[in-house]
């Protein structure tokens, strides 16, 4: 991850957010304690990012080849660099999953599901149920970055409707998913006691 200048700063001076060289001498107190700390914990967050990026390459890799060898242990292929395993240590303490994620996206076709879904709900307007309005005013709504949140128009796709166009609308979306890939996670557990259940080991700092 690069995060520095093309040109470097001369010693004395710092850059500010303009792109304009500013001497240190002319920079308050708490402005440098601030810029201080900020680009300490920047610094100390790439490294970790860089270290996770390094963990998650070298687990890939390693599940990948014990996976190899107990294929070629018993002379088969065990569904090529794809497919879910589960691992777990001898004293069964922790579990490794390799999991792989079909990624999907809409094409223009949900608009068309879209004014669909609206059209019912406009004639259904008299006694609607209106958890169901609840559900589809939340699958629509875009994330920060603008993109419609899959997992919530999917749930629309498994609502028990017995009406025509709301049939129409839902076959509408399935035309609109698009598969633009696949995404694969490692994930690590550790046993809860001596019970059968596992709490995973998170590598994800806001859920510390």
């Known amino acids: ?3 520095q200048h ?3 700063v001369p010693e004395g001076y710092k850059r500010n ?28 967050a790439i490294a ?34 794809k497919g879910n395993v589960s691992l777990l240590s001898f004293d069964g303490r922790y579990k490794v999953t390799r999991q792989y994620r079909e990624v999907v996206a809409f094409t223009e076709e949900i608009e ?3 004014a669909l879904i609206d059209s019912c709900l406009e004639r259904w307007s008299e006694g609607a149920n209106i958890n169901i309005k609840a559900v ?4 629509f709504r875009t994330n920060t970055k603008g993109e419609i949140k899959t997992g919530k128009v999917l749930d629309l796709m498994r609502m028990d409707i017995d009406d025509e166009e709301w049939t129409r609308a839902m076959n509408a979306l399935k035309d609109a ?32």
């Open 136 to 139: 589809v005013s939340q699958a």
């Open 6 to 8: 093309i040109n470097p």
């Open 48 to 81: 970790l990012h860089d270290a996770l990026t390094a963990f998650k390459e070298e687990a890939l890799t390693e599940i990948r080849d014990l996976v190899t060898v107990a294929g070629d242990r018993y002379g088969v292929n065990l569904g090529g660099k």
């Open 177 to 208: 998913l698009q598969s633009v890939g696949t995404a694969v996670y490692v994930r690590l557990y550790e046993r809860v006691g001596e019970s059968d259940n596992y709490r995973p080991i998170s590598l994800d700092i806001a859920s510390l």
């Open 112 to 114: 068309a599901a879209k």
């Open 17 to 44: 957010a303009a792109g304009h060289l500013v001497p240190e001498a002319n920079i308050k107190e708490q402005d440098l304690l601030r810029d201080d700390l900020v680009n300490g914990l920047t610094a100390k």
């Open 1 to 3: 991850m690069n995060t």
